[in-house]
Every structure is written in structure tokens, then in C-alpha cells.
């Protein structure tokens, strides 16, 4: 089974640029998530979706940073316009909840290194 | 900000057991205790969560205090490739009674080193 698909791994741009990012979930996995991860840190969540709806988006820079779910499958994550201080892997996760004690895993992606110059 | 406590490193030879300690005073009763790793340039992997009982699985085992208050991850046999940073996280999980599932909050985690 395919994990969660990002691209591009590698992003190296300039400085008021947009970039945008993409995530494929692994199939039928209704939740997904978009995570920031500045060096030597954890990640820091940025949204959360539950198939097409932002349930959770109170880390989301709303003045730069925008995300969409369409049709509940692939995402995309855009910044526009960059700055210096979004260098910074990007994360995304999946995961399918299930009705329970203890359910919910996570399976992230292996990120989008962004270098903004 | 997280509600667990890490150590920032902590060194194991390779071969022995690497026990992993976390803090989390205030854990609320809803709350699950969660392990991921992430090993240099790639995602966090999960390990292995529990509510109050021990835990094992092929991975590793997580052992909670009886008052909930801190846990320690286990992993019996360290090898090179568990080199990695190991986060801790108390999470509420789905209750099958409904209402929503808390966020994965991530902390700096421990950097585990194991040597030859």
C-alpha cells in the first residue's frame, strides 16, 4: 500500500515568490494534516481537515498561508507571498479514524523542504 | 505547548535496552499516551500509545506508572537504525461515543544516539 505522497521533496525559492505544496493521503484516510517543521524543532500543526472541511485551522498564518482540500482527497499548501522565516519542512499526515479506544494513527509523508533565499 | 517532559538526548549501545522517559503530570483522563520516532529526513513513524495498562508490540513497549503521571518507552534491542528523535504525546483519542479526536501536539523530543 502507498504512504502518503508529497511533492516536491526539495523547493528552493526567492523571497516574496509563492510556492505551493501537494499531498496525496493514503486511500481512504479522511483526515488530513499539514504540519510545519522549523530545524531542531517538533512538528507544529497548521490545519487539519476532516475529508473537505477545515476542522481545525487556528495555526494557519491566514495572511500568507492558504490550504485546500478539494473533493476530500489531495491537498495543496501555499504560501504567498514567502519570507525569509517560512524555510522550513512541511509536513503532511494522514489518518483514518475509527470509532474506539486508542485509534487514529498518523502516517506522515517525508515532507517538502522549502529554502527560501 | 506540549504536556510532556523529555529529556533532549540520551546516548544507548547497540544491542542493549534503551529506556525512554517522559513526564506528563498533567494528563487528564481522556488522554492517551503516544510514541512516534523520527529517524534524520523522514517523517515521524509511529511506536506504540496506551491509556493506563502496559503496552507491547513489535516495535517496542511502553510502560505507564499507575498514577499516569510519566510512562517510559522501551526498546529492548537497540540497533544503529533507531537513531532517531523520539517524541512523547498525550493525545485524546475517539471515544466510541463520539466527539472529536485531540491533535497530534509535537514537543522537541528526546535524540536518541545509539553507538556501536
Known amino acids: 500500500e502507498a504512504g502518503v505522497v508529497q511533492s516536491p521533496r526539495y523547493k528552493i525559492i526567492e523571497k516574496k515568490q509563492p510556492v505551493a505544496f501537494w499531498c496525496n493521503p493514503i486511500?481512504?484516510?479522511?483526515?488530513l494534516y499539514w504540519y510545519l517543521q522549523n530545524l531542531g524543532q517538533g512538528p507544529e500543526l497548521l490545519i487539519r481537515?476532516?475529508?473537505?472541511?477545515?476542522?481545525?485551522d487556528s495555526q494557519l498564518p491566514k495572511d500568507r498561508f492558504s490550504a485546500e482540500r478539494l473533493k476530500g482527497v489531495d491537498s495543496t499548501l501555499k504560501i504567498q507571498p514567502a519570507e525569509l522565516g517560512d524555510s522550513a519542512v512541511y509536513l503532511c499526515?494522514?489518518?483514518?479514524?475509527?470509532?474506539?479506544?486508542?485509534?487514529?494513527?498518523?502516517?506522515f509523508g517525508e515532507g517538502s523542504r522549502l529554502t527560501v533565499l | 505547548d506540549a504536556k510532556t517532559t523529555q529529556p533532549t538526548s540520551m546516548d544507548c549501545a547497540e544491542g542493549r535496552a534503551a529506556n525512554l522517559p517522559c513526564n506528563h503530570s498533567?494528563?487528564?483522563?481522556?488522554?492517551?499516551v503516544y510514541w512516534y520516532r523520527q529517524i534524520h529526513s523522514q517523517g515521524p513513524q509511529y511506536i506504540i500509545h496506551?491509556?493506563?495498562n502496559n503496552e507491547t508490540n513489535e516495535m517496542a513497549s511502553l510502560i505507564i506508572t499507575e498514577d499516569r503521571k510519566s510512562s517510559t518507552l522501551i526498546l529492548p534491542h537497540a540497533t544503529l537504525r533507531d537513531t532517531a528523535v523520539y517524541y512523547c504525546?498525550?493525545?485524546?483519542?475517539?471515544?466510541?461515543?463520539?466527539?472529536?479526536?485531540?491533535?497530534?501536539?509535537f514537543g522537541k523530543g528526546t535524540k536518541l544516539s545509539v553507538k556501536p
Open positions: 504525546i498525550v493525545r485524546v483519542a475517539l471515544s466510541r461515543y463520539g466527539g472529536s479526536q485531540g491533535n497530534l501536539i
Open positions: 486511500s481512504g484516510h479522511n483526515t
Open positions: 481537515y476532516e475529508n473537505e472541511e477545515a476542522v481545525d
Open positions: 498533567t494528563i487528564s483522563g481522556n488522554e492517551y
Open positions: 496506551g491509556l493506563k
Open positions: 499526515a494522514s489518518s483514518l479514524p475509527r470509532a474506539g479506544v486508542g485509534t487514529g494513527e498518523l502516517f
